[in-house]
């Protein structure tokens, strides 16, 4: 017989958070599927946090060099864009 544990985690909700939880059927379903979620949307470089750490701000500053964040035409949304140019091949033959 396979033995799956499960962890319980609460958390404290204020009072607007229960009301507007209240008709949700399965609550912890939902709150499983928002964090999988948000897990799955957070910043790879801080991982949610909002902040950088020394070495990934350094690492980030020699990233921006050759890329810029732009704001997409169509949905606004901000991507990053690689400004290095490839460079071109010529097109002179060498003799032989």
Sequence with gaps: MK???TEI?????DDALLAAMEG???RSEFIRAAVLQALDSACPLCRGTGIMT?????????????????ECKDCHAL????????KKKSSRKTKK
């Design 24 to 26: 949700i059927p399965n």
């Design 54 to 70: 020394p070495d990934q701000k350094s690492h980030w500053d020699s990233f921006v060099i050759d890329h810029k964040l732009k």
């Design 3 to 5: 033995n799956n544990k």
């Design 9 to 13: 985690i609460t958390f404290k909700v």
């Design 79 to 86: 991507h990053l864009i690689c400004t290095n140019k490839p």
